[in-house]
């Protein structure tokens, strides 16, 4: 079943917030998918310091079709009732009279025909942006956007193609004709910002992971806390020195580099 891939780049985000926000970013999606009865199989979520990345395995191409029930007034109810009950209804309701212990009513049957998947999930990241607290956020240029630091891109593809969405920024300063600086979710990502900084696409998340190995850049925050305590008890053993364990200032350092 597809797959969703998101990424979130932006400049440095501290290394005390990024399991948090990788929680965050997983919960808030999670949610935003249950409730657009999106079912899906695992959700996965890493941090770096310059990414937020989450990967959703399992979801439908569209959404399930749906019928809702509306219980209106009673037949015989005044018809001002009855007119009143027939606007709040979408043109193509059916209305019938149902029998009930306490009488005759008028029901409403609304059969909804479930949307895309794809452009169902671009309102999910959005509103999943929109609703994002950091302890400390900023902005930056002339936008209206807050954020821990200030975006580069967002990399968003679903079943293989990046979705179609523009992210709007908001705008101070009026450079954009429609009024808001806007950020498109799109398939490329970067490497390292020193060691790899060019620009490349992926497919999917098996492509973006290993592009970015080559790139110089570990997503998993405890594959890069396990290289540098084996690098740090290596370099250590070989002029006779132990490490003395820190577990807070391991998790720091895994949180300050993409690529030990």
Not at 76 to 92: M, Q, T, Y
Not at 165 to 177: A, I, M, T
Request: charge should be positive; include cysteine; proline fraction near 7%.
């Amino acid at each position: 079943m597809p797959e969703l891939l998101l990424e979130i780049l932006s400049e440095e985000i501290p290394a005390r917030m990024q399991q948090r926000a990788a929680e965050d970013l997983k919960r808030l999606v999670s949610e935003g998918l249950k409730a657009a009865d999106l079912t899906f199989k695992s959700a996965r979520a890493y941090v770096t310091p310059r990414r937020l990345v989450l990967v959703v395995d399992g979801l439908p191409k569209k959404q399930p079709d749906a019928t809702e029930e509306r219980k209106g007034p009673r037949v015989d109810a005044p018809a001002k009732a009855v007119e009143g009950f027939s606007r709040s209804l979408p043109d193509d309701a059916k209305v019938e009279q149902r029998q009930t212990p306490k009488g005759k009513f008028l029901y409403a049957v609304i059969e909804r025909k479930g949307r895309a998947t794809a452009a169902v999930l671009g309102e999910v990241l959005v509103s999943t942006i929109n609703e994002f607290r950091w302890p400390k956020s900023m902005r930056w240029a002339n936008t209206i956007f807050s954020w821990v630091r200030p975006l580069h891109g967002i990399l968003a593809i679903f079943d293989g193609r990046p979705l179609d969405v523009r992210y709007g920024l908001g705008n101070r300063g009026g450079r954009s004709p429609n009024g808001s600086i806007e950020l498109p979710f799109g398939d490329q990502t970067v490497g390292h910002r020193f060691l790899a900084p060019g620009a490349f696409a992926v497919r999917d998340f098996a492509d973006y992971r290993a592009k970015l190995k080559k790139a110089n850049v570990l997503i998993d925050h405890a594959e890069r806390r396990a290289r540098i305590e084996k690098d740090g008890a290596r370099l250590t053993q070989k002029q006779g020195l132990t490490i003395k364990p820190a577990p807070e200032l391991l998790d720091e350092c895994a949180g300050l580099v993409e690529w030990p």
